[in-house]
């Protein structure tokens, strides 16, 4: 069964610091990665997707993909306590289609 | 610019009711998905559709249909409601098919008693 793991923390940071989120998959055929933020009682939003092995910046967001350790992650740099929220590793599950498995999930807390 | 809309945004029904959740999307995207959102479970997807006229069971389909009505609609149906129905439900949806990021809607909560 193909799977999506993350730690479900919560990873607790103060504010100002980077926060390191992690997410590991097991099909080795996946070709695209998302990360979502979802807050508490709301909807996933998007934040990142990356293809590609290697970084990806966007604003304060950096998506990490390494394929060959079937590993993605989320730094958020100068994290601020509205970055606290559930964030959700997203990984396609089949040739070019958008089928995703979701992870549970890491619960962020920035504190001030 | 709605995005994805859908209603209700809060039910509770009784075992053995039936009910429709619905969802529209007004960005011309191709491909709609419901999934269902369980405490400590993650996103799981029941029903998707690839297209107009087209759909596919997920993850976990068993209780539910579908209908993509048209292009912009895609419901949700439980005929026989049972209390381990309860759940978050999302609606979401994709432009193409083929490695695209998925917009959700703001949820459905259904209480089944």
């Known amino acids: 069964q193909k799977e999506v793991e993350q730690n479900s923390g919560p990873l607790s940071v103060p504010e100002g610091a980077i926060a390191s989120l992690n997410c590991t998959y097991s099909?080795?055929?996946?070709?695209?990665f998302f990360w979502y933020r979802q807050y508490s009682g709301k909807s996933p939003e998007l934040i990142m997707f990356i293809y590609s092995n290697g970084d990806k910046e966007d604003g304060r967001f950096t998506a990490q993909l390494n394929k060959a350790s079937q590993y993605v992650s989320l730094l958020i740099r100068d994290s601020q306590p509205s970055d606290s929220a559930t964030y959700l590793c997203?990984?396609?599950?089949?040739?070019?289609?958008?089928?995703?498995?979701f992870g549970t999930g890491t619960r962020l807390q920035v504190f001030p | 610019n709605a995005g994805v809309t859908q209603t209700p945004k809060f039910q509770v029904l009784k075992t053995g009711q039936s009910m429709t959740l619905q969802c529209a999307q007004d960005m011309n995207h191709n491909s709609m998905y419901w999934y269902r959102q369980d405490p400590g479970m993650g996103l799981r997807l029941i029903y998707y559709?690839?297209?107009?006229?087209?759909?596919d069971k997920g993850e976990v389909p068993n209780g539910y249909n579908v209908s993509r009505l048209n292009k912009r609609e895609f419901s949700l149906r439980l005929e026989s409601a049972a209390p381990s129905q309860t759940s978050v439900y999302f609606c979401?949806?994709?432009?193409?098919?083929?490695?695209?990021?998925?917009?959700f809607g703001d949820g459905t909560r259904l209480s089944i008693l």
């Open positions: 997203a990984v396609n599950v089949e040739y070019n289609t958008d089928k995703l498995i």
């Open positions: 979401a949806s994709t432009p193409l098919s083929g490695n695209q990021p998925q917009h």
């Open positions: 559709s690839a297209s107009e006229g087209t759909t």
């Open positions: 099909d080795r055929g996946s070709q695209s």
